[in-house]
């Protein structure tokens, strides 16, 4: 299994800062034939399903503020909110989907 | 806009088998050859990936669960289907349905998701 390890477990961030969360790959999620990786983020608020936030490591999904900024390459991603707001307290994960089974990381909480 | 909603009974017994079912609305579970999950998350933890199955009924398990689940699809009724058989207290879980995003991709990021049904195992 590919397995992604999601650092850290949790983090307080004053509203307007920055949060970066970190999600390592135990293996290449690259998809040679478009050259994108396979990593998905989403945000769970409490009580709710996952909302999709970013694909292909850093394409943005339908609707998403642009304060959320996905990156990275290789084995190595990152999620950052630019300017956190408070409607942004939610645990976040990523995703792969380069190979089956699909596994997600085991999440961050992201607090005030 | 396509949304699912999953179904079935909230507690089982240890041994039996967990049936439910995600219904889908607003759009065709058989139209562009779309793939279907079911993904669980026990309480207070993580997401586990079940397994899929397309639009034609092929199928795909994580092989964690591989010799318990099965998965099908009723194009007739719109939804598809999970049984998760001899289940145990570690079975308990909020079960989610969530369509694969890109039409005819076995693997691809899950948008939407439904709301989420709550599995208690317990006699």
């Known amino acids: 299994d590919t397995v992604m390890t999601q650092t850290p477990d949790s983090l307080a961030v004053s509203l307007g800062e920055r949060a970066t969360i970190n999600c390592k790959s135990s293996q290449t999620v690259l998809y040679t034939s478009n050259n994108k990786n396979c990593v998905a983020w989403y945000q769970q608020k409490a009580g709710q399903p996952p909302k999709l936030l970013i694909y292909w490591a850093s394409t943005r999904g339908s609707g998403v503020p642009d304060r959320f900024r996905g990156s990275g390459s290789g084995t190595d991603f990152s999620l950052t909110i630019s300017s956190l707001q408070a409607e942004d307290v939610a645990v976040y994960y990523c995703?792969?989907?380069?190979?089956?089974?699909?596994?997600f990381g085991g999440g961050t909480k992201v607090e005030i | 806009q396509v949304q699912l909603q999953e179904s079935g009974p909230g507690l089982v017994k240890p041994s039996q088998t967990l049936s439910l079912t995600c219904t889908v609305s607003?759009?065709?579970?058989?139209?562009?050859?779309?793939?279907w999950s079911w993904i669980r998350q026990p309480a207070g933890k993580g997401l586990e990936w079940i397994g899929r199955?397309?639009?034609?009924?092929?199928?795909n398990y994580n092989p964690s669960l591989e010799s318990r689940v099965s998965m099908s699809i009723d194009t007739s009724k719109n939804h598809f289907s999970l049984k998760l058989m001899s289940v145990t207290a570690a079975d308990s879980a909020v079960y989610y349905c969530?369509?694969?995003?890109?039409?005819?991709?076995?693997?691809?990021?899950?948008?939407?998701w439904g709301q989420g049904t709550l599995v208690t195992v317990s006699s």
């Open positions: 995703q792969q989907y380069y190979t089956t089974p699909l596994t």
């Open positions: 969530a369509r694969h995003d890109v039409p005819g991709a076995s693997q691809s990021w899950f948008d939407p």
């Open positions: 607003g759009g065709s579970i058989s139209s562009d050859n779309f793939y």
């Open positions: 199955v397309s639009s034609t009924g092929n199928s």
